[in-house]
């Protein structure tokens, strides 16, 4: 199959820059080109293009990723690797919700507590200003 890098995009939802970069990057195969320099990609591509994207919506890094087309690369691996990726990615996950669940909790009080009246009594404000207002000293910051 001969597919230029726009159809390559909009079949796969990837934008053409984002293509052109996980090819420097190494993620994609460079493709071959006809006699004017146009990229042209087969459906091998369509499907590395796709794993790429899917692995980028669960919210695996590229190198993660770098490292599961390694592994799909090569069928006969053993799998264990892809799940200690995902395993790990996972609990950055959970971490992750934690930190955001604190952070949650944290502004709902501080809005809860604020009267609506002047800045001069205005929880939010009192509270930014002052850590020690916080009902947690690290109310989950996020990474």
Do not use: W
Request: aromatic share 4%.
């Amino acid at each position: 199959m001969d597919i230029p890098i726009g159809v390559l995009a909009r079949r796969t939802g990837a934008k053409v820059q984002t293509i052109r970069y996980y090819e420097q990057i190494g993620l994609m195969d460079e493709p071959v080109r006809t006699y004017g320099g146009q990229r042209r990609y087969d459906e091998d591509a369509v499907k590395r293009l796709s794993f790429i994207r899917h692995a980028r919506a669960l919210g695996f890094s590229l190198e993660q990723i770098s490292n599961l087309l390694a592994l799909a690369d090569n069928p006969q691996s053993d799998c264990s690797s892809a799940d200690s990726i995902a395993r790990a990615h996972l609990q950055t996950v959970k971490a992750k919700i934690a930190a955001l669940n604190s952070l949650k909790r944290e502004l709902a009080r501080m809005v809860d507590h604020c009267d609506g009246t002047k800045t001069a009594n205005c929880r939010v404000i009192e509270t930014l200003a002052n850590h020690d207002l916080c009902a947690s000293q690290t109310h989950g910051e996020l990474k």
